[in-house]
């Protein structure tokens, strides 16, 4: 029987050993890429699949370009990251110097015919880290490509562009097709009314314009771009180059303006240029594939179109012609958590070789990073073979021209938050709310300011973690012997004693539990505010340092707190007097009112993130509730009024995309949450005697003095409770700004920069975890000590049952 349970072991056992030798690899492979990438991407996980027998490949998309990377830090720091992951330059570094990715220079040296020298070098040099690569280029994607519409330069005689214009700050008329203002000012088209009906020119995105126009006129934003010390925003200039944009697109207006085109045209800068509202069109060669969608041959709306190289600066700072512009380009890294990287080398080596490449490139979404596919005709230069709508754009080879000009932006991981703040004194040029030298002298000094605290950071001495339990220790401790103090001298009878050990049997879950996920997370937080700590890198010891930089050092933070301030002290008493007057209405005794009252309590109970939604609809510029109304014949009077006031004259107001309006807009967003205080009104007035209202009409008082004298004495405690709380949660202000601003930032001109934003962005977008554990107790504190002032200033407060 012994015999043959032990037989019966051993082939159970070798089962399994077989089982688990003959287990197929499965390796994450996670991507941000569209629709369209993805359908191709995942023939190419299933033709891998094919070639290589006992590997598989899961693929995951997060879409969200812009918190995907924060998403891989997130997922390294849990020990739960993919195995394979998309990169792009500007974010390698984060993980390359956390080691979280594999310097893949290991894998090129033992694979066989591999050749990075295939590559274009400019796009393998933005990957790299102190010579050794990390990321595995996919493409290139420069952003010197000018779409340009051919029937509108046939309409006004004008030859199409060969690559050879130029562009300087003022109009050469002599020069014609050749100087690119003349062709913009000939494109751009304007009613009699003086109205634009298209324009000549726009780019993808501000910034792409003024970045372009920045590197070909011989300027650099920073004096280093893989590990900056110093910026030159604030550089004469570097402010004569703003000052150009927002005269082609404000003054001259052959450009639209930033507000133009997201609060009056309501399009991205490719549906204005697929709708014919602009002539030429800048970006990167990614938007070939949804062109091709919308511009089919033979269908309504199309028209014949090409690509152009961008044109090169006719004289730059030092007088000579120059051509350059930013560009893009991602491709693919293996992340050092994975169990198998031999195996994720082959699929990164299968996505971003010649079979990844050529599928994406036959498709029009990417530029193969390999440099002979690029110029292989039906791969990515169309050829005799192509479909008729893979012959467009017809001058592909443009993009390989434009890659000796492409520059790259920053990559030091440091960067991203320097650019934060740079870019939120940008916005306010793009939307004319501050001059090009106000809002660039300011982003200068701030972000220097922010880039040097970075940078003292690089140098700090490690943690104590053994000293900094036993001060952990300490003050629970301390928090036990303040809670034991006052009932030392008490003396228990012994059956108190026993009721008392009864009663801490019974609470001991909770209490365990209070101290496990309450108490200790509180006092880690504490010591997490002494430190500089990415929960990747060991811990670095700052001390005093992060309350430091937020109160002297960090401009953001002094906003945050205004803002928060001023939500809180404004919107607090707004919001309880709306739901004081709705409790009043609802206490009336009429037909109807428990539906009533079930609508407004409605929104209290429905999903935040669902309500902002609905609210963003009823604030658009464009189609909203709220500007419908505003401008209809009756009232738009008011409605030019409020447009003056918001700085856009007779344009309909963007409340959430202007810093004038937004801080009301968001207070009056904040009116649908007042459902809660409404009912705890409600129920105080219903829990007033009716006899003293007839007693005072008796006495012949009228409502009104009923109100003053009765109403509001005693439904005081419940309007106590309903500030205290409700300072307490507008203070905690955080989904309603994360979704109006689409991720964690301020708004325009950070007018919505609320303090929980600006601690979400410093956990979880820049990982610094110190800093923001340091502002989260700042923000307990200013808490406590609203609550504490309300608290001794409470007097005004009736209770009946004190009263004498």
């Not at 997922?75 to 110097?97: I, R, S």
């Not at 050529?358 to 169309?382: F, H, N, S, Y």
């Not at 009301?664 to 209202?693: D, E, F, K, N, R």
Request: glycine letters at 8%; charged letters at 20%.
């Amino acid at each position: 029987m012994v015999h043959r349970r032990s037989l019966a072991a051993f082939f159970l056992f070798f089962y399994a050993a077989a089982s688990a030798i003959a287990a197929d690899i499965e390796l994450r492979f996670t991507v941000w890429d569209g629709d369209e990438s993805l359908k191709i991407l995942r023939k190419l996980c299933k033709d891998f699949e094919a070639q290589n027998p006992g590997i598989k490949v899961k693929l995951e998309n997060f879409s969200d370009y812009n918190l995907y990377h924060q998403k891989m830090l997130v997922t390294y720091a849990g020990n739960t990251a993919p195995d394979v992951a998309m990169m792009d330059m500007g974010h390698f570094q984060a993980l390359a110097k956390r080691k979280a990715i594999y310097p893949l220079n290991e894998f090129f040296a033992k694979t066989p015919g591999f050749d990075i020298g295939e590559f274009y070098k400019p796009i393998v040099e933005a990957h790299s880290l102190d010579g050794k690569c990390y990321v595995l280029p996919r493409d290139i994607a420069p952003q010197g490509l000018v779409y340009y519409n051919k029937r509108l330069f046939r309409e006004k005689g004008i030859p199409y562009p060969d690559g050879s214009w130029t562009w300087d700050f003022q109009v050469r008329p002599e020069l014609k097709e050749k100087d690119f203002l003349w062709v913009m000012q000939q494109l751009t088209e304007k009613d009699s009314s003086g109205k634009v009906k298209h324009y000549g020119f726009t780019s993808g995105w501000p910034a792409q314009a003024v970045d372009t126009f920045m590197y070909g006129y011989g300027l650099d934003s920073v004096d280093s771009y893989s590990h900056p010390t110093k910026l030159f925003y604030n550089l004469p200039d570097m402010i004569k180059i703003y000052d150009f944009y927002m005269d082609l697109t404000t003054k001259k207006k052959w450009m639209p303006s930033n507000q133009e085109v997201s609060s009056v045209l309501q399009s991205t800068t490719q549906q204005l240029f697929v709708m014919e509202k602009v002539a030429m069109f800048q970006n990167g060669i990614w938007e070939v594939p949804n062109m091709r969608k919308m511009l089919k041959p033979g269908t309504k709306g199309f028209f014949d179109w090409d690509i152009a190289l961008y044109p090169a600066c006719a004289r730059d700072v030092t007088g000579k012609p120059r051509r350059a512009f930013p560009t893009g380009g991602s491709g693919y890294s293996i992340f050092t958590s994975t169990k198998h990287p031999d195996a994720a080398w082959k699929l990164v080596q299968f996505m971003a070789g010649p079979p990844g490449m050529t599928a994406m490139a036959k498709a029009g979404i990417a530029q193969p990073a390999i440099r002979r596919l690029a110029l292989t005709p039906d791969v990515w230069l169309p050829g005799p073979n192509s479909p008729v709508e893979q012959q467009y754009p017809a001058n592909r080879i443009a993009t390989d021209q434009a890659v000796p000009f492409v520059r790259f932006d920053p990559t030091a991981e440091y960067m991203s938050e320097v650019m934060g703040i740079v870019n939120g004194r940008r916005d306010s040029i793009y939307n004319a709310l501050m001059t090009p030298k106000e809002a660039l002298n300011l982003a200068t000094n701030e972000a220097q300011l922010r880039m040097d605290q970075l940078l003292r950071e690089e140098k700090l001495p490690a943690f104590n973690w053994p000293m900094g339990l036993l001060v952990g220790a300490i003050v629970i401790g301390g928090v036990c012997f303040a809670i034991y103090w006052p009932e030392r001298n008490h003396r228990y009878t012994d059956k108190e004693k026993k009721e008392s050990r009864a009663a801490y049997r019974f609470l001991s879950p909770w209490l365990i539990g209070l101290a496990i996920f309450t108490l200790g997370p509180m006092v880690l937080s504490l010591l997490m505010s002494t430190m500089n700590w990415d929960m990747i890198q060991p811990a670095q010891w700052r001390g005093s340092g992060n309350f430091r930089e937020a109160f002297i050092e960090d401009p953001r933070f002094w906003i945050s707190m205004r803002v928060t301030m001023t939500f809180t002290l404004i919107g607090t008493p707004i919001g309880i007097i709306f739901a004081l007057l709705l409790a009043l209405l609802l206490n009336q005794r009429v037909k109807g009112v428990p539906l009533f009252r079930a609508m407004y309590y409605m929104p209290t109970i429905a999903s935040a993130v669902a309500m902002t939604l609905v609210a963003r609809k009823i604030f658009a510029p464009e189609g909203g509730l709220i500007n419908a109304i505003l401008y209809s014949p009756v009232f738009k009077p008011i409605g030019n009024a409020v447009s003056a006031w918001a700085g856009t004259p007779n344009e309909m107001v963007n409340w959430f995309g202007n810093e004038h309006t937004a801080m009301a807009s968001l207070i009056l967003l904040g009116l649908l949450g007042v459902g809660g205080s409404m009912i705890v009104l409600l129920a105080g007035l219903q829990g007033i005697p009716q006899y003293y209202y007839e007693a005072a009409t008796m006495d012949g008082a009228n409502a009104f003095q009923r109100v003053k004298a009765i109403t509001l004495p005693l439904l005081t405690p419940a309007l106590f409770f309903c500030l205290v709380t409700g300072f307490i949660g507008a203070f905690q202000i955080f989904t309603q700004v994360y979704v109006i601003t689409n991720g964690p930032n301020g708004g325009p001109n950070n007018s919505m920069l609320v303090s929980m934003i600006g601690i979400y962005s410093a956990a979880f977008t820049n990982l610094r975890m110190g800093y923001a554990a340091a502002l989260a107790w700042v923000l307990f504190a200013v808490v406590l000590l609203f609550t504490l002032i309300q608290m001794r200033l409470s007097k005004w407060v009736h209770y009946e049952s004190e009263a004498k």
